[in-house]
């Protein structure tokens, strides 16, 4: 929500997903002697996880919890291999942790690389905010399939208009493109429309404030990755 870090040098969102063994080495170098960085005790990386592999030279503590398909970036055989070989190293280092936010990712891992790492879900409880809807809007998670976008409101106009209801959605993105709880927590509802297994929306924090939450079942979600490809 607005606190990624600004101003690094040698990696950025040009080569940030694509880093090779040359951008890796420059950064080790550009921040070996850094205050701030000599002041770490663990980095930790969760999405993508391959960015862990900047972190590798540090010799320090890596915390990984893949948040979606670990492989991203690395889709090349020989570059998802050495990811591979960086999530067993972690695995078995004592000071390390390799883990996943939700169960489908953890098996995932488990499938690809024989590795069970540790299921930690997203934690939500230290949020304060309360459902109180001031706002008429329902606010729709972002669809990140152009087609499936136009579809879906197009459908929603003719409901909503065959029917004479006083339904408004709104894409939540285009009310806020940085948002508070508290802002989820000011409308009527949300509908969420899945782009991958783990709801990167954080579902669970907005069922924690008692927002209402229309999502789709088992078999809508299959016809979404059938007809529009969604992950």
Same mark, same amino acid.
């Given at each position: 929500? =607005? ?7 040698? $990696?950025?969102?040009?080569? =940030? ?29 969760? &999405? ?17 919890? !893949?948040? $979606?398909?670990?492989?991203? =970036?690395?889709? #090349?055989?020989?570059?998802?291999? %050495?990811?591979?070989?960086? &999530? !067993?190293?972690?695995? +078995?280092?004592? +000071? ?13 891992? #488990?499938? @690809? ?11 939500? !409880? ?25 579809? @879906?409101?197009?459908? @929603? ?26 802002? &989820? ?5 949300? /509908?969420?429309?899945?782009?991958? !297994?783990?709801? &990167?929306?954080? $579902? ?8 209402? /939450? ?11 990755? %059938?007809? @529009?490809? $969604?992950?």
């Amino acid at each position: 929500m =607005g606190t990624c870090a600004k101003h690094l040098r040698v $990696i950025g969102s040009d080569n =940030g997903m694509e880093l090779g063994k040359d951008v890796i080495r420059q950064f080790y170098e550009s921040y070996k002697d850094d205050p701030a960085m000599r002041s770490v005790t663990a980095f930790l990386c969760t &999405l993508p996880v391959s960015m862990c592999e900047a972190f590798v030279p540090f010799n320090k503590s890596i915390v990984i919890i !893949a948040s $979606i398909r670990y492989e991203q =970036g690395r889709g #090349e055989p020989d570059r998802w291999k %050495a990811l591979n070989s960086l &999530l !067993a190293s972690v695995s +078995r280092d004592p +000071r390390s942790v390799l883990a996943a936010n939700n169960l489908y990712d953890a098996k995932y891992i #488990e499938y @690809f690389t024989g590795l069970r790492p540790l299921l930690l879900p997203n934690y939500c !409880a230290y949020l304060s905010d309360s459902y109180q809807p001031t706002r008429k809007q329902f606010l729709v998670s972002p669809i990140h399939n152009t087609e499936l976008y136009d579809i @879906f409101f197009a459908e @929603f106009d003719n409901v909503v208009m065959k029917r004479g209801l006083n339904l408004v959605l709104f894409p939540l993105r285009e009310m806020y493109p940085q948002y508070l709880y508290s802002d &989820l927590a000011s409308h009527r509802g949300i /509908v969420y429309i899945p782009y991958q !297994a783990c709801l &990167l929306l954080n $579902i669970g924090y907005v069922k924690l404030i008692v927002v209402p /939450v229309y999502q789709d079942n088992v078999d809508s979600a299959i016809c979404l990755y %059938a007809c @529009f490809d $969604i992950p």
